[in-house]
Each structure stands twice: as structure tokens, then as C-alpha cells.
């Protein structure tokens, strides 16, 4: 009760401060920052200043140092930004965001609260509060903030995950387990949540699945669901710099836009020409199509080796782009050098098994694929891999249960370890179970695709019937 009050209080008095005067805005230090940062922030300040009265300028600021991690200047920059303009939600939004990175909780939960009354249906604001409430030890608070928002989002991965927390806080661990677990559903890559139900696993007992669930929030350590805060993306478009501009070269990468990523970290090494991030990405990127010469290869290779010589991934992708140009036995002896410094490494492991195929030498693939998914029991490229090995080599009783783990996720690889599930159980025999799983996938091409894969799948039907 008394902490309630404390909110109350809190919120009114950010509410009295609007009616005072509005201070001048504030200093923004900008010595050390880098030169593009140091300029954009410059030049909001200067807009600000230039226009006194408007809480935009100010508002736009606050987004400008929020952008670029400075919550500290932030938070004043925003309460004048409220101030000038009491109605507006974005700015007691943000505030409340960077009140919160700087450690002021209680006044994080006042500034999204009074944000909340301007504009109630804001969904991560209604999440955010419930989180701010679980972080002050309000379970009850939290779970009834939750409530409410979990009926009409049953399938809201975030929503599911703090309640969990709250229900695992109030040790519940039976609730908290089928919560983490709605999570994990909803968002696979979750890692948060796999590692949330790895602490229910744990706590009821499963010993088994606690360990797959703790190796899974490993892999997905840093995966959250996908945002859907327009607010927060708005703000986000404002970051400029070095660490952005990796950052936007790293997510085209991961989109397979390599000319464009390339291009970024290219321009990055002119003014930061012993950067490792981009030294070692570009040598992953060379494996691609017209991304690199030869001597372009061995340039960046020198150069990421000598800034960290000790890296696996230095090493691993250099063998990459050695196989691309042919030359498998310098590549090997390179991917081999990585395993050596970090034998752990799924990706390594299957990166030797590729290079082994393309020398011809399956049982030596097939032994390295199996070490990456022992490694990475999700690693699903490697899974397929192995399989279509085991089938090429005639060991298809092998290939079932390497697939099997394969369906449990849907993406644009579904089709193909369906496909291989089929041909296994058609080459062990078993003409019923294989056309089971064909009938999964015509219907499963029928509602997602390819389209190009039905002609193909319907006549293996009609062997099937007929057999």
C-alpha cells in the first residue's frame, strides 16, 4: 500500500512540475564521442535552443541522446519536453525508458503511468509497467497488470514471459513452467524464455529437459521476440556512428544483402582500418559470389589475424572463403586451426563437414555434421545435411531420427526435412508412415509453398497409394 502511494505522489508531483518554470535546455557534453554522433547531437541541441517553446526540438533530442545510449542527458531533456507539452505520451514514454536505464525506477513507473492515462491502449507501455512493477517486487501489481492483456493477447511472448517471472517470484513453479513454455511456443528464439524454463525444469525435477532447455537459451542467447514498439523503432532510426553503422551492416548480412553490407563495413575500415568486427565479417561475406579476390581474402585475413590471433572465427572464415576459390585442403587445415581454439564451436564442425563433401569424402562429413548438432541440437542446416548424407550413403534408418528433431520448428527448410523423412521411410520399407508424412507436407506446401514442390509431391503420392 504504502509503495502505491508512493506512485501516486510521484505522478503528481511530475504532473506540479509541468505548472513551474521550464528550465533552459541543458549542457549535452559531447568530448570523446564519435565525430558523426557529436554532430548529430550538436545539431538537435542547437534546434532545441533555437526554438525555446517547442517541446518537439526538445522531445527530438532526448530521442537523438536516447539513441545513442546517453540516458543519463536524456532524462532532464525529457522532463522539459513534458513539461512544454503535458498531453503528448511520447515524451513521458521515453522518459519513463531512460528514467529506467539510469536506475529510477519508482520515477520510470510514475512517468509511464501518467502516460498510460493519455493513452491507455499502448501495448508496450501496458508491458513495460508490468515489467517496471516486477523489477520493484510488486508481483501482485505486475500480475494484475498482466492479467487484462494476456486475454485479449494469449500469444504475446513478452506478456507470457513476465508473467512466468512473476509466477516463478511467487515460486509457483508449476504456473511459471507452462507460462515459459507458452513463450517459448510463441517465439522459439526466445532465449530468455529457454532459460526461464530451464529454472522451472530444473526446480520440478526434469533433468533431461533442463539441460536442452539451458542449451537452448544458449543459442538463442541473444534473440528476443520481435518488437513491435513504433515508438521505440522511431527513436532508434535516429542512431548514427560507428556502433550503428556495424550494426545495420550486421543485420543486412544476416538478410544475405551482402553487397550492401559489405559496402558498410568497407567504408567503416577507411576510417577504422583495424576494426575486427569488420574484418572478420567481411572474410565470412568473401565466401559469396563477387564479394572478394583472392588477395582481398588474405588482406583482411592478415589484418584480423595480427588484431586477434587467438579468434576462432578468424580462422573459420578464412577457411570459408579458401573453399569458395577450391582450394579445400588449405581451407580444412584453416577450419581445423579454429575447432583447435574453440572445439565447442557447431558452426566450425559443420562449415569442415561442407568442405569434406565438396572433396568427396562423406563418411569424414557425416562424422562432422554429427558433431555439430551434438553440439547444437537446433542447428537445423546441419541436420538436413547429415541426413541427405546418411541417405546418399544408403544408411536411411540413420536419417530418421536425425529428421525427426527437424519438424518441431517450422520455417523455409520444413518441405525439404519432410521430403527426406519420406524417402527415408520409403527406403526403409515402411511405404505407411512415409506416406503419412508426404500427405503433412502437400498440405503444408499447399498453405505456405513452394508452389514448385506440389507436381512433385502429388505424383509421389500416387506411387504411394498404389502400392
Known sequence: MKRGIASVILAALLELSCAKSVPPVPAIPVDGLDADVRNAIVKARDEAVAQPKSAQASGNLGMVLEAHTLYQPAVPVYQRAVRLDTKDFAWRYYLALCLEKTGQLDEALASISEGLRIRPDYAPA???????????????????????????????PMALYFMARVKFAQQDFAAADDLYRRATEASPTFGSAWFGLGETSKRLGRDAETERDYQLAETHKDHYPPSADELYLEMTKLATGIENRLMEAKRLMNKREYDRSSRIYKEVLKQYPDNLDCLVNLLYIAQYPNQATPEEVEDLYQRARAASPQLAEVYMYHGTALAAQGKYDAAVAELDKAIQLKPNTAEAHAWLADVRERQHRPADAIEQYRIAIAQQPDFRIARLELAKDLLYAGRSREAIPVLLPALQVEDQNTPVAMMFLVQAYVNTGDRATARKYLEQAHQYVLRNGPSNLLPQIESNLKSLGSG
Do not use: C, V
Open 126 to 156: 501496458i508491458l513495460k509497467r508490468a515489467e517496471l512493477l516486477l523489477k520493484l517486487g510488486r508481483f501482485p501489481e505486475s500480475a494484475a497488470a498482466l492479467e487484462p492483456f494476456l486475454a485479449k493477447n494469449p500469444g504475446s
